[in-house]
């Protein structure tokens, strides 16, 4: 299948930089740093996720603590081996970046005229894995589904997505190959990880929370599962 990337994995978030930036990797003589992005979530906790970003897009004072910006980029993956160990790590790789004013109340009601979201993702790709439907102590219907999303050059970016409520009840009856199109958000959470030795090892995971999830059928059909919008918390 001919894909476009552009079209299967794009988001565009809007939050404040926090920490400091750091290097990431170079290319062809093109330097990368990674930084992090506080984005609030209604419920007044915040997301920070880690933003990957080309010293091209920027300046110097662009990644300063406090900084509000939009990016616009993709949610990718990659493996990172440590001590014999294969582990998925993710970030949003930046197509854009501009720094938002805040005292400038012109610019701040243009993003409001554009519908500008602070936290959306689009993703087009394939189940890969059988997805895991359960439920927590409290009754919450959940399911835990890992997407293959095509890139350019026949790669691709393996994101775990969460779906919730009726859309987990749905998702727990997909079957590995589905192609599907998902609207969510970039969400981070703790969890702890235990050791062999009795260590335990604080880390960060990052997903998308789903809030909308089609199911795309061979004939250039489409079947949308309704649209059930949770926050996790």
Same mark, same amino acid.
């Given at each position: 299948?001919?894909?476009?990337?552009?079209?299967?994995?794009?988001?565009?978030?809007?939050?404040?930089?926090?920490?400091?930036?750091?290097?990431?990797?170079?290319?062809?003589?093109? =330097?990368?740093?990674?930084? $992090?992005?506080?984005?609030?979530?209604?419920?007044? $906790?915040?997301?920070?996720?880690?933003?990957?970003?080309?010293?091209?897009?920027?300046?110097?004072?662009?990644?300063?603590?406090?900084?509000?910006?939009?990016?616009?980029?993709?949610?990718?993956?990659?493996?990172?081996?440590?001590?014999?160990?294969?582990?998925?790590?993710?970030?949003?790789?930046?197509?854009?970046?501009?720094?938002?004013?805040?005292?400038?109340?012109?610019?701040?009601?243009?993003?409001?005229?554009?519908?500008?979201?602070?936290?959306?993702?689009?993703?087009?790709?394939?189940?890969?894995?059988? /997805?895991?439907?359960?439920?927590? /102590?409290?009754?919450?219907?959940?399911?835990?589904?890992?997407?293959?999303?095509?890139?350019?050059?026949?790669?691709?970016?393996?994101? /775990?997505?969460?779906?919730?409520?009726?859309?987990? =009840?749905?998702?727990? $009856?997909?079957?590995?190959?589905?192609?599907?199109?998902?609207?969510?958000?970039?969400?981070?959470?703790?969890?702890?990880?235990?050791?062999?030795?009795?260590?335990?090892?604080?880390?960060?995971?990052?997903?998308?929370?789903?809030?909308?999830?089609?199911?795309?059928?061979?004939?250039?059909?489409?079947?949308?599962?309704?649209?059930?919008?949770?926050?996790?918390?």
């Amino acid at each position: 299948m001919d894909t476009n990337d552009l079209e299967n994995n794009y988001l565009t978030l809007v939050g404040k930089v926090t920490g400091e930036k750091r290097f990431s990797h170079e290319i062809y003589g093109e =330097r990368f740093y990674i930084f $992090n992005l506080e984005i609030p979530r209604l419920s007044g $906790n915040s997301d920070i996720i880690p933003i990957t970003v080309s010293e091209r897009l920027i300046q110097e004072e662009t990644l300063q603590e406090g900084k509000k910006l939009l990016v616009k980029g993709q949610f990718r993956s990659y493996n990172s081996y440590e001590n014999e160990k294969n582990r998925l790590i993710l970030t949003v790789f930046t197509k854009d970046i501009v720094e938002l004013k805040e005292e400038d109340e012109e610019e701040e009601n243009e993003i409001v005229k554009k519908d500008i979201v602070t936290n959306e993702v689009v993703l087009i790709g394939y189940i890969c894995k059988k /997805p895991i439907y359960r439920q927590t /102590p409290f009754g919450r219907e959940i399911s835990d589904i890992l997407l293959a999303v095509n890139r350019a050059y026949n790669k691709s970016d393996y994101i /775990p997505c969460i779906a919730w409520g009726r859309n987990a =009840r749905f998702c727990q $009856n997909l079957e590995v190959g589905s192609q599907v199109k998902i609207v969510g958000r970039v969400q981070s959470r703790t969890y702890e990880k235990k050791h062999e030795d009795g260590t335990v090892e604080t880390r960060v995971a990052y997903e998308v929370s789903i809030g909308s999830l089609e199911v795309i059928e061979e004939k250039n059909t489409e079947k949308e599962v309704e649209t059930e919008n949770q926050e996790a918390v």
